[in-house]
């Protein structure tokens, strides 16, 4: 299984200094380099205890590529909507070269009204703005003396530096929740997909990842040859009830964060961004007994989360788990043991076909 | 002596590919760490082989962070005219906490027209955009619910995350290389200095330091509190006519990209930037060995270098300097050997004052 670390930091400075935060991310990411783990990711988001810990997921991402050698790296995401694409394709480019072409990116729309409001951008332009920032850089990345002429953007003729060394680019993923339109578009443009099911029901979650697989098809790319990235949380221990008990605490704090950082919002809401209000509603009912009950989390011992595995497989096909292991103020030993366990024991049950 | 290492990209993908640029530039910085250099420090600019394999600092910082302990990480420097505020400070801040607070800041003003042409970014607006960048960068490190309301950007009430690790804020430097304006500004304001002495004359630059430790002075920050970074060449072998001969080669390429890289914008000379045709007019003239006569570079054995670095403190004062041992397109070896023979035999001869 190509099952990941996905860091997205769910604390306040109060409850866990940022200096202590990125130091067990960094330990936690030397330990999936060594454990076999197929990637670290991280977020970007500003301001508040719900991933503002991380407004740039590159700077994260640099640090821990000189600590390893084979774990690939994840911009999960990076928003082109806040980030010029020339500062963001040559950054990305950057580490692209300091980790020896390890790099994932993902893109992401953005939704939080906050965000927008503070970078002085319309959230009713997400979509063209992200949609345009991501063709720029794809543009930067394969063309000497690009022009760009677009609706936010005008420059050239430039040639970026440095070079990406993932020839032609490094793998592209769309980061997508509950729009239809956003898994469309990303499958007819034949990019990968990040989706997270614990926001919404499997068949939902089903019908969309149907929708960026037709079309995806329909564009003309292989059956099989997407990467589907699936965000899920993720704690194991020898004593199944204890990780109940210990995820039950630090997942509803994690709940509480996002509601409460979503809602500090909520004056604004844009047409554009109608289903987040349902899933908001729909998040506060869900407590980590009904996530497990419907294959949207990995909680228990071992043997249990190698049941759930093969269930989110089934439910949703051939994805990589992206696991949050530290999320809230969980202490770094609960998501090392999470990490040890699962590796021995659970990785071990879904080998990797291998290569034709 | 608080020397450190200044990389300065100046090579093209067809002379030296990023991957190999970084990883050569990662070994040295691991060796700055453990040979007993003060700081490393990158560039921020696009597109040129001169400076563009670095288009954000911090990226690179941020991994030589995880493979270094001691010493310190500068960025040299920031452009806050091409970079949101709230983006860099978050970074910043980042990088701050992964490197456990051995952090510089250096903010520049910026002056390739092409580059101000690609971020769609007015030169006339530049000192005031540099300006009120700081000013925000500053705020957001140092207080809580932040209202922003400038003239090229309103944001607010936000509270920045992380928060730095050093307080109230890592040491802030000015980059300023010939406008006697930028000079009283920092030093106004109480910022460390970065300056550049090879593109001008001592008196110039003796002036225009003055004019800095005189601002600063009168603003009421005490004598020699200041920290003033020197930007210089710099090349030592034990056979000091090998050392000129190949530091001339190196360097008469490097002047090359620069003012080749600055005549492609040379259309346009907008007037705040007076100065700079001259300078260029000024790097056209200077041969190594000009700079030589000038105590304006370290190169030859180190008994040469030891006499040169004692005429530089005589020249302008206190100083660190921060030296580029691996301009153009220099193999990896000769940079190693530079910093090696510094560290050895020129190091020791200006031991550090102990502190009070
Ligand atoms: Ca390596
Ligand atoms: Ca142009
Ligand atoms: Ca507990
Ligand atoms: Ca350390
Ligand atoms: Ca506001
Ligand atoms: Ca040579």
Chains 1, 2 share one sequence.
Not at 106 to 122: M, V
């Amino acid at each position: 299984v190509l099952a990941g670390i996905n860091f997205f930091p769910t604390v306040s400075p109060a409850e866990k200094p940022a200096v202590q935060f990125f130091d067990e991310c960094l330990e936690l990411s030397v330990l999936a380099d060594r454990l076999g783990y197929h990637s670290v990711k991280i977020v970007e988001h500003y301001f508040y205890p719900y991933g503002g810990y991380s407004p740039d997921p590159v700077t994260f991402l640099a640090a821990v590529a000189t600590r390893t050698e084979r774990v690939r790296l994840v911009t999960g995401a990076n928003v082109p909507a806040f980030n010029h694409p020339i500062k963001l394709a040559g950054q990305l480019a950057m580490l692209d070269n300091i980790c020896h072409g390890r790099l994932d990116v993902g893109f992401a729309r953005a939704f939080l009204p906050g965000e927008f409001e503070a970078f002085e951008i319309s959230m009713d332009s997400s979509r063209a703005r992200h949609q345009e920032g991501i063709a720029a850089i794809l543009r930067l990345w394969q063309e000497e003396e690009v022009v760009w002429d677009g609706t936010f953007h005008r420059f050239g003729p430039v040639t970026m530096l440095p070079r990406v060394y993932q020839q032609p680019t490094p793998p592209v993923f769309i980061a997508a929740t509950s729009t239809p339109e956003s898994f469309v578009w990303a499958g007819s443009q034949g990019f990968n997909l990040m989706f997270i099911p614990f926001t919404s029901t499997n068949e939902k979650v089903a019908e969309l990842l149907a929708l960026y697989r037709g079309a995806r098809l329909a564009a003309g790319y292989a059956p099989g040859s997407e990467r589907i990235q699936m965000g899920i949380h993720c704690f194991v221990d020898d004593d199944g009830d204890r990780a109940r008990r210990e995820a039950a605490e630090y997942y509803s704090d994690y709940v509480e964060k996002m509601v409460h950082t979503w809602e500090a919002y909520m004056t604004a809401r844009p047409e554009q961004y109608a289903g987040y209000a349902d899933m908001i509603a729909g998040m506060r009912k869900k407590s980590l007994a009904t996530l497990e009950e419907n294959a949207q989390v990995y909680v228990g011992t071992p043997g249990q989360v190698r049941e759930q595995v093969a269930a989110t497989f089934e439910v949703f096909g051939a994805v990589e788990p992206s696991m949050q292991i530290n999320f809230a103020a969980m202490p770094f030993a609960d998501a090392r043991r999470t990490m040890e366990l699962f590796a021995a024991e659970v990785m071990p049950a879904f080998p990797e076909p291998s290569a034709a």
